[in-house]
C-alpha cells in the first residue's frame, strides 16, 4: 500500500514536471513575441496543444503571419514604384530609344522574375503581320530572341483593332488556353507556356508590343503584375513618340 509522503511526493512530481513543460513553452512564446519586436518578421511560436496557450500562440502567429505578409507587400510596392520613377528620368534624359528599350526589358525580367521580356516592332506597311524583336532580355538558359524576325499569319484585324483599344492578350498556360492553331504553333516555336502582351502605340497606328514571356512553366498573371507592365508599356510608348 502507497503511503502518504510517496503520494505526496509522487504528485509533487507531477505537478513540478507540468509546471516546468508550462513554464517551457511560455518561455518560447515569449521569445517569439521578443523576437518579433526586433523586427524578425518570421518568429513563430508554434505550440500544439488544445489548452488556453495553445490558443494564444495560434492567434499570435497569425498576426505574426500577416505582419510578415504586409511587410513583403509594401517592399513589393516600394521597389515597384522605385523601378517606375528610373524608368521614367531615363524616358525624359535619354534620346537613345534602343537603350531605353533594352534598359526596361531588363528591370522589368528582375522585378517579375519571369524567363524573357522583350519589346517586338511591327514592320511598316505590312498590316502588323511582320515584325521583329528589338530588345530583349532572358535568364541564363532561355534562348535569346533578338532580331529575329517573325511573320504573324494570325495577326487580324480584329486583333490589331483589340490592341488599338487599349486591351492586352494574356495567356496563363497555352496547353489549356483556347487558341487558334497557328497563334500555338508560333508560341510554342519560341517556346513560351505563358505570356502578358500590352500594345505600344504610336500616335493612332500599333508601333509595337511589349512582350513578357515564362517558358518553363505556365504561370497565373496577378493583377498587380499585369498593371506594373501595362504602366511600363504606357511609358514606352511615350518614350516612342
Known amino acids: ?3 502518504n509522503a510517496s503520494l505526496i511526493a509522487f ?3 507531477i505537478w513540478l514536471f507540468f509546471e516546468f513543460a508550462l513554464n517551457k513553452r511560455i518561455q518560447k512564446l515569449v521569445e517569439a513575441s521578443n523576437n518579433l519586436g526586433e523586427g524578425k518578421l518570421d518568429s513563430r511560436s508554434a505550440l500544439t496543444g488544445s489548452d488556453e496557450l495553445a490558443q494564444v500562440s495560434a492567434a499570435f502567429d497569425s498576426m505574426a503571419e500577416k505582419m510578415q505578409n504586409n511587410s513583403v507587400r509594401l517592399e513589393r510596392q516600394a521597389r515597384k514604384e522605385k523601378l517606375l520613377r528610373e524608368i521614367n528620368d531615363r524616358i525624359r534624359t535619354s534620346l537613345n530609344l534602343k537603350q531605353i528599350f533594352e534598359t526596361a526589358t531588363l528591370e522589368v525580367l ?5 524567363d524573357r521580356v522583350a519589346v517586338y ?9 511582320l515584325g521583329h524583336f528589338i530588345a530583349v532580355s532572358s535568364i ?10 517573325v511573320e504573324d499569319t494570325c495577326f487580324t ?18 496547353t489549356t488556353a483556347k487558341l487558334i492553331p497557328c497563334y500555338r504553333e508560333l508560341l510554342e516555336r519560341y517556346n513560351i507556356r505563358s505570356s502578358a ?13 511589349l512582350c513578357v514571356h515564362q517558358c518553363r512553366q505556365a504561370r497565373k498573371w496577378s493583377d ?3 498593371e506594373f507592365i501595362r504602366y511600363v508599356a504606357v511609358q514606352l510608348a511615350i518614350a516612342i513618340k
Not at 484585324?157 to 497555352?174: E, F, S, W
Request: contains cysteine.
Open 157 to 174: 484585324p480584329r486583333l490589331v483593332k483589340m490592341y488599338l483599344d487599349g486591351r492586352a492578350n494574356i495567356i496563363d498556360d497555352i
Open 197 to 209: 502582351t500590352m500594345p505600344l502605340v504610336h500616335g493612332h497606328e500599333l508601333w509595337g508590343l
Open 110 to 114: 528582375a522585378y517579375l522574375r519571369t
Open 121 to 129: 516592332q511591327f514592320a511598316a506597311g505590312t498590316d502588323c503581320r
Open 224 to 226: 498587380e503584375e499585369l
Open 140 to 149: 541564363a538558359g532561355i534562348n535569346s530572341i533578338l532580331d529575329q524576325e
Open 1 to 3: 500500500m502507497i503511503s
Open 11 to 13: 504528485c509533487l512530481l
